[in-house]
């Protein structure tokens, strides 16, 4: 087969065109293959969003992308040249923690300690519903017919009872 | 400021309240004589420079033996982070908010040691309480103007440390504000009110503490100073103290009243102040984490923005889902049936906004369901007003306006809070566009070109540098807004570099309406040929509102405190 292909002559006048297709659709490959690898365009907006993500190491509570320090326009640099050489944003973020330790991001990563942090909200939420749930059992339980407050009786004698009904008569007030 | 509070506190005690007026004056005085012992023997703002001849330094108020006394050169001036006006106005805002709820506090003391069982120290006190806590909002929010017009990162609140010290007084005297209402109404929640006054109280003096003391570190730290221990040892004493006599008092201060049901007016100030505690327990908790986590792991953690939005969205969104209910419930009792009757109504109107925002700006689950709390907020509010309103029109036979005024003018106490309301939806508003729907970004430009941000185009055209006689090197930039071709505005973000500070501010350029900002910044220029310019610009729709939102919320809260009743004032 080879020494037909030799004898018609891939090579031939009438092989050439074969040639030149496969030749094409290697260097489409190849090129396909080069931009691949040339890296994206980095631009500020990729930049930010890693950099907002991350405080300043040694400044005061502010986030890299809004830092206005040199040593800030470093680390800045130092995202962008890692973001053109194909890191991910959190391999970036990775990055960070292993230079400058774990207060460089703002969301403490949840482990040990920092659980803690997590607990206070479902913790605190669910003792509060559960103070107001035993508070609503007992300040309403005892109540054995529950009433519009328009038809609370006018007549009380306490104290307490006529400024309320003073109240109602006057308006609600929020 | 906090002499002044105490004056006027202990005059209202000795005309109002006579069995009160010692305990208030002795209240009121050992929080003076702390202040006044920090002034005067820790951080003396009055210090002088002394020098010996063999050039030791001192600083004290008088003169010690064999000195002589320093003139120092000029200093550098006010840091110009801090040359805005509204830093006039911030910090004695904020310092006539905590000295406000020092009276609250006294008159609290003041009937758990007499042994009072009634509402009278609420009476007097609230409004202290809600002058205090609008000061506080005058404070905040000024604070966070200054953020927008100076920092330059497009935003308003950073829940920096500082910023959430000053909130965290600002949550329990709301909740102190609206469960002092449920007492007077029914009766109810008499030991809670004393536990939110002892928190606010203590969380005004945490706060001083946070801001003044530098432990933790912060964009507002423009102080440190040594009065750390000794805020410690006054807040620990002063909670014990307060806690011991509410202990003391535990028994007597039982609450007559009974809560009508689960949908009434009282449950739902409950589910209220249940919100503005979790809120308060988890701005404490980002507060507090970084110091737990130096002192366990040797590290400060740092308790960001995210932690904070992730943690406090929710509880945020509850409150505005009450907002939206309680106007329709009341005192008493109310049912499900009773409440769905009314609800059903703006509930299905509010769905409105959420539906259309959804077909014009897309899927933003957060978003949507935040704009749908404010319009049934916003609508619920609205109804109730117009109603009194047409109600007076038909009785009284007035005009709309005339009607309208004198509604608020004679139930100021309950519209006053209304108008607060108001003002709270359109904060929420305002946040609501900036957190869900705010975009940005950065590119540098040449002259001439331009850049795309949602619907603007932002051209680039000149770049002037030059010197003021105030000392400052000024970058300033002009840029051409337009829209579909349409020129919009013409802005100069500018940026003010102080040779004595060797330090720059920026000054965003805005084009401001009330649906949006275009928010630019300066970020850098080529020194030399000036032909290349950095800028980030942020979009922040609806942050108007958030600013006219809050002039909203202080006019109700001083139309809530009121003036003196005239009519009582006459009888009397």
């Known amino acids: 087969m080879i020494r037909r292909a030799f004898r018609h002559g891939i090579w031939s006048h009438q092989g050439s065109h074969f040639g030149l297709l496969a030749g094409w659709m290697l260097l489409l490959v190849l090129a396909a293959r080069v931009q691949a690898q040339t890296p994206q365009a980095v631009t500020d907006d990729d930049i930010n969003r890693i950099a907002s993500q991350l405080y300043c190491p040694v400044c005061q509570n502010v986030t890299l992308d809004v830092c206005p320090t040199l040593a800030c326009d470093n680390w800045r640099a130092a995202i962008r040249s890692k973001l053109e050489a194909g890191w991910s944003d959190q391999a970036i973020q990775d990055y960070f923690v292993t230079q400058f330790g774990a207060r460089v991001i703002g969301t403490p990563p949840k482990t040990g300690l920092n659980w803690l942090l997590y607990a206070v909200a479902p913790v605190g939420a669910l003792g509060l519903a559960l103070a107001g749930f035993l508070v609503l059992r007992k ?36 | 400021m906090l002499s002044g509070a105490v004056a006027l506190g202990v005059n209202q005690a000795w005309k109002k309240e006579t069995q009160f007026t010692p305990w208030v004056i002795l209240t009121g005085m050992i929080t003076l004589a702390f202040f006044l012992l920090i002034v005067a023997f820790v951080e003396n703002p009055f210090s002088r420079i002394w020098a010996t001849l063999d ?103 950073g829940w920096d ?71 410690f040892v006054f807040i620990s004493l002063t909670f014990i103290a307060s806690l011991a006599l509410l202990l003391w008092r535990w028994k007597l ?35 507090l984490f970084p110091l737990v986590s130096e002192v366990f792991t040797g590290t400060k ?13 929710p509880v945020f969104g509850g409150l505005l889902l009450l907002m939206g209910v309680v ?28 539906v259309l925002t959804a077909f014009l700006s897309g899927l933003n689950w957060g978003g949507i369901v935040a704009l749908w709390l404010i319009t049934l907020a916003a609508l619920v509010t609205l109804f109730d007003i117009g109603n009194a309103v047409v109600h007076r029109m038909k ?21 006053g809070g209304y108008l607060v309301h108001l003002g709270v939806v359109m904060i929420a508003l305002g946040v609501v566009g900036v957190e869900f729907y705010q975009t940005q970004t950065q590119q540098t430009l040449a002259k001439g070109e331009a850049l795309q941000l949602d619907s603007f185009k932002l051209t680039f055209t000149d770049l002037f540098q030059y010197q003021t006689t105030d000392g400052r090197a000024v970058t300033q930039a002009v840029m051409q807004i337009s829209r579909d071709g349409r020129l919009l505005a013409t802005i100069n973000p500018r940026s003010d570099y102080f040779d004595l500070y060797r ?17 630019v910044v300066l970020v850098d220029w080529q020194p030399t040929t000036t032909s290349a310019v950095t800028f980030h610009v942020y979009h922040n729709p609806l942050i108007n509102w958030f600013w006219i939102g809050a002039v909203v919320m202080v006019l109700g809260a001083l139309l809530a405190i009121g003036l003196p009743d005239r009519r009582k004032v006459e009888s009397s």
Not at chain 2, 257 to 272: C, D, H, I
């Open chain 2, 301 to 313: 953690m740092t308790v960001g923005a995210s932690w904070y939005k992730q943690t406090t969205g």
């Open chain 2, 395 to 415: 009785a009284q036979k007035e005009g709309f306006f005339i009607a309208l005024g004198r509604v608020f003018v004679r139930n100021h106490h309950r519209y």
């Open chain 2, 253 to 287: 201060l039982v609450s007559d009243g009974q809560m009508g049901s689960l949908f009434s007016k009282e449950s739902a100030f409950l589910f209220n102040n249940l919100l503005f505690i979790l809120l308060f327990l988890i701005c404490l908790a980002g507060v």
């Open chain 2, 503 to 519: 330090q720059s501010v920026t000054a965003p350029g805005r084009m401001s309406t009330l649906a949006e900002d275009l928010y």
């Open chain 2, 55 to 157: 050039g030791k330094v001192f600083r004290s108020m008088v003169q010690p033996v064999g000195t002589f006394l320093i003139y120092p050169p000029n200093g550098v001036g006010l840091n110009p982070l801090l040359r805005h006006p509204g830093m006039i106005v911030h910090p004695p805002m904020l310092y006539a908010g905590f000295a406000g709820f020092v009276i609250p506090f006294s008159f609290a003391v003041a009937s758990l040691v007499t042994g009072r069982n009634d509402s009278d120290w609420l009476r007097i006190s609230r409004p202290w309480a809600l002058g205090a806590w609008t000061f506080l909002t005058i404070g905040l929010v000024l604070g966070s103007r200054w953020a927008y017009d100076v920092l330059g990162w497009g935003g308003y609140w």
């Open chain 2, 161 to 231: 440390p500082v910023e959430v010290a000053a909130l965290i007084p600002w949550l329990t005297g709301t909740a102190f504000i609206h469960s002092l209402i449920v007492q007077s109404k029914r009766q109810l929640f008499k030991r809670w009110n004393f536990v939110l006054i002892i928190l606010t109280f203590c969380m005004v003096v945490f706060g001083i503490f946070l801001t003044r003391s530098g432990v933790l570190d912060s964009v507002h730290a423009f102080s440190q100073s040594n009065i750390g221990p000794m805020f």
């Open chain 1, 139 to 174: 300040k309403t339980g005892s109540q054995v017919e529950t009433k519009d407050s328009t038809e609370v009786s006018l007549n009380g004698s306490e104290p307490w009872r006529e400024q309320l009904a003073r109240d109602i008569r006057k308006d609600d007030s929020i």
């Open chain 2, 327 to 354: 106007p329709l419930t009341a005192w008493g009792s109310t049912s499900a049936g009773k409440l769905g009757k009314r609800l059903w109504l703006p509930v299905s109107i509010s769905l409105v906004v959420p």
